[in-house]
């Protein structure tokens, strides 16, 4: 007997299922369940009723519904453990009704974080922390309780001008430092001050390049290559150029030493601005350190960095290292008082950074992120080898290059998997696919000879996920990545001529 019910909706033991059409009734009713699922009726975690009691209910054979069963639960729909019967798996994200209209990537709050820019917030160092509260606290004069400089404190910009000249090689007294509340607000204020147009890394985060846009500052790409931004694109139009020269973010590599020459001598000669985003410069694993720009050429270059990857982005600190010229407007545009971040926890890291604190939390972080690095490269070689991995020399992110055409089926599937990643398309400058690379004739030309194709790729961010939760991220992330890709025959060769 073929037939089966026809578009009829079946109580199974309080499960309804819609049933249609005809054929083998195992694949109709694996159907039915996979749209349960997909339509939010059957939410992740939901308990399936047992395979003889839905068998019985339905009129079904009950190795027919065991059957169906046990291949969702290969496929990833269901999953089955011992003495907790079938249940939808956590990991098989619903996607909402249709009437809703959204995409795969939006639908649920994922299972899995892999997405790049912030570190696990349970190892926050609590306890270094309080202890440096409390002693910044005992010892703060009174003023620090009063109006606060736009300067921000002056405890903090001495710890900070010691550190960053030991740690990365930066030339600054603390008076050319500025507090401001992370990276973001420094942009935000040089874009005040300084004008545009501004060139950026063809590659970098979005939210940057709209932040200076809506500060009347448009961005124009430059190409980014193995060596970092092809800084021979700059021309005298350009006010001020944004790179990430310890880390290019996101393709990774830090810029080739004669291009940190050649983007001092553009800022001198054309009276330029170097902004350089210090956004994870402490990580490094199988390299050795790299020193900032701005010990090349204090006057020219502005270091902007923050503690949101080092510590953590809710404690709203971050700092600018300034050219002497620059102090006074960008404070004069912060304004009279300090508004954006706490006195009492500036003085609090400055006692973290005195005390050594900083230090160990950075060297703490630097060899769980190395580990956490491995374990993904460990992953991948076992279960994707055909998938290239790059830019992990540091940083807290990797880049996972994969075959033309493929970087949104892998979202999408990754989505599906209850894993948030985003693809490298996705920091891609708007303007990058459309204009020249470079802005001069000469760097046209070194372009054409060698070009740097736009790639698909993801970047997956290796320091958010819990211990105890990585592994399972990384295996969703493994059931993403596209199978590899069949070798292309070779095209026919006509015969040899006579």
């Not at 009704?97 to 820019?117: F, K, Y």
């Not at 102090?327 to 706490?342: H, I, L, M, N, Y």
């Not at 003085?347 to 972080?365: C, E, H, K, N, P």
């Not at 076992?382 to 994969?402: C, Q």
Request: positive net charge; hydrophobic residues 40%.
């Amino acid at each position: 007997m073929n037939s089966w019910v026809n578009s009829a909706e079946v109580l199974g033991s309080d499960l309804p299922l819609e049933l249609s059409g005809t054929g083998n009734r195992r694949a109709l009713l694996m159907d039915a369940l996979r749209e349960a699922v997909r339509s939010g009726r059957l939410a992740p975690g939901a308990r399936l009723p047992p395979y003889r009691s839905l068998a019985a209910d339905l009129g079904l054979a009950r190795n027919t519904v065991a059957d169906a069963y046990a291949e969702l639960v290969a496929e990833g729909w269901l999953a089955a453990r011992q003495g907790s019967g079938t249940r939808v798996a956590e990991r098989a994200a619903p996607v909402t009704p249709v009437h809703r209209a959204r995409t795969p990537e939006r639908v649920a709050r994922p299972v899995h974080d892999l997405v790049q820019g912030q570190p696990d917030p349970s190892v926050f160092p609590r306890t270094a922390w309080l202890a440096s509260a409390r002693r910044a606290l005992a010892a703060a004069p009174d003023d620090a309780f009063g109006p606060g400089d736009p300067h921000g404190r002056p405890e903090l910009r001495r710890a900070l001008a010691g550190y960053l000249a030991r740690v990365r090689g930066v030339r600054a007294a603390p008076e050319r430092i500025v507090l401001c509340s992370g990276a973001a607000h420094g942009l935000r204020l040089l874009a005040q001050v300084v004008g545009g147009p501004w060139a950026a890394e063809e590659y970098g985060l979005p939210f940057h390049r709209a932040l200076l846009a809506s500060h009347g500052v448009g961005t124009r790409p430059l190409g980014v290559d193995t060596d970092g931004a092809r800084v021979d694109g700059l021309t005298r139009r350009d006010r001020a150029v944004l790179l990430t020269p310890a880390h290019q973010f996101p393709t990774g590599g830090p810029l080739h030493p004669a291009r940190r020459a050649a983007v001092v001598d553009w800022a001198r000669a054309t009276g330029g601005l170097v902004v350089e985003d210090d956004y994870d410069g402490e990580f490094r694993y199988d390299r050795q350190p790299v020193g900032a720009v701005q010990g090349l050429d204090p006057e020219h270059v502005v270091l902007v960095g923050s503690v949101s990857k080092s510590l953590s982005p809710a404690l709203r600190i971050g700092w600018m290292v300034l050219p002497q010229r620059l102090v006074a407007p960008v404070v004069a545009a912060k304004g009279e008082r300090e508004q954006f971040s706490s006195a009492t926890e500036q003085l609090t890291l400055a006692d973290f950074i005195d005390s050594g604190a900083y230090d160990r939390q950075v060297r703490r972080m630097r060899q769980r992120h190395r580990r956490r690095r491995d374990q993904l490269v460990a992953a991948l070689h076992a279960r994707a080898p055909h998938i290239r991995v790059t830019g992990i020399a540091a940083g807290l992110h990797a880049v996972l290059e994969l075959p033309p055409g493929t970087e949104r089926s892998a979202v999408r599937a990754a989505a599906w998997q209850g894993l948030a990643v985003e693809g490298l398309g996705d920091y891609l400058h708007p303007g990058a696919e459309h204009s020249p690379r470079t802005g001069e004739a000469r760097a046209a030309r070194a372009a054409e000879a060698s070009p740097v194709p736009h790639r698909d790729g993801l970047v997956v961010g290796y320091a958010t996920p819990a211990e105890s939760a990585y592994p399972e991220a990384l295996d969703a992330l493994c059931r993403s990545l596209p199978p590899v890709s069949p070798p292309v025959p070779a095209p026919p060769q006509p015969p040899a001529a006579p």
